[in-house]
């Protein structure tokens, strides 16, 4: 099996179970990415959801319907997105060489992105620098420790940034669980931004728990543009950033990240289902004086 990039995925395991959160298959690396969540759209979670009776998808549903004037989710989208905090409009130029696109991963099975239930970039709220906290008909504030996830996107072939680009990204608790699938009363940690005139955007968060068998990480999909985001579909890019694991520990030493550090005590990055073939361009770099998780996404 070659992954979209061409890279060869023939040693990675087809199948990795593990019990956390009542031993779902949570993030198995494949590159038919749609495929897999539609398996596991029909087991675990998504299952859950299935059978409460749609209840969390129909709350989306809704508030998306009511966020979307005339029904143009695209149009709600692109509004929300003129109010949202950006970076610095004259933000110095990117000097970022051409390099590998950096490499394609499984969105995981709680996307929220409509390929495996719920669907959160329906509502134009989605679109926030601060994903700490939820948003429509949802309540809630993440804790943890803060940090600011700024992402640089800029063109593998030729180091350019890529301005307009939108990113949806989306992590764990400090107690290792997703919003809405695992905790179907917040949908924090999710969030849409718009890349720079750099090709910069950032995200207000905090820095992610580790859940039994993966190592520490945030879910990103890199669209072309704003209008493509809000479909959930047809995204350029769909990755993962790894995080340090000196860095990793000193957060965890904090008890609001429960048994993250007695978890990640238990991995290695060689070891990770999904970045033990390769995690250099997904590495990202924490300064904690600054608060701040950065990483160069080329695609």
């Given amino acids: 099996m070659t992954r979209a990039d061409g890279s060869d995925t023939s040693h990675i395991d087809t199948a990795v179970e593990h019990d956390d959160m009542g031993g779902l298959v949570r993030d198995h690396h494949t590159m038919d990415r749609r495929s897999m969540l539609g398996l596991l759209g029909g087991i675990g979670a998504a299952g859950a959801l299935a059978a409460c009776g749609g209840d969390a998808v129909v709350k989306l549903a809704s508030s998306a319907t009511t966020a979307a004037p005339?029904?143009?989710?695209?149009?709600?989208?692109?509004?929300?997105?003129?109010?949202?905090?950006?970076?610095?409009?004259?933000?110095?130029?990117?000097?970022?060489?051409?390099?590998?696109?950096?490499?394609?991963?499984?969105?995981?099975?709680f996307p929220a992105d409509g390929t495996n239930g719920p669907n959160v970039l329906s509502d134009g709220a989605v679109v926030r620098r601060d994903i700490t906290t939820s948003f429509g008909?949802?309540?809630?504030?993440?804790?943890?420790?803060?940090?600011?996830?700024?992402?640089?996107?800029?063109?593998?072939?030729?180091?350019?940034?890529?301005?307009?680009?939108a990113v949806y990204l989306w992590h764990c608790t400090a107690d290792g669980k997703y919003s809405i699938y695992e905790d179907s009363n917040v949908n924090y940690l999710r969030g849409v931004q718009v890349a720079d005139s750099a090709g910069r955007l950032t995200f207000d968060s905090i820095f992610p728990g580790c859940y039994r068998g993966r190592w520490p990480h945030c879910h990103f999909e890199v669209f072309d543009s704003l209008?493509?985001?809000?479909?959930?579909?047809?995204?350029?890019?769909?990755?993962?950033?790894?995080?340090?694991?000196?860095?990793?520990?000193?957060v965890y030493a904090d008890s609001a990240y429960g048994n993250s550090l007695s978890n990640l005590g238990q991995l290695s990055l060689s070891g990770d289902m999904v970045f033990r073939d390769g995690w250099e361009d997904q590495l990202a770099t924490y300064n904690p004086s600054a608060g701040s998780i950065d990483l160069l996404v080329r695609v």
């Fill in 227 to 250: 209008d493509e985001a809000s479909t959930g579909r047809s995204a350029r890019r769909v990755s993962q950033l790894a995080l340090g694991e000196e860095d990793c520990r000193t």
């Fill in 137 to 165: 008909d949802y309540s809630g504030t993440a804790t943890g420790t803060p940090v600011a996830i700024n992402l640089t996107v800029v063109d593998a072939s030729t180091g350019s940034p890529i301005e307009g680009a």
């Fill in 70 to 109: 005339s029904g143009s989710t695209a149009t709600t989208i692109a509004g929300a997105a003129a109010t949202t905090s950006t970076l610095a409009a004259d933000s110095a130029a990117v000097a970022a060489s051409p390099g590998s696109p950096i490499p394609g991963e499984t969105g995981g099975p």
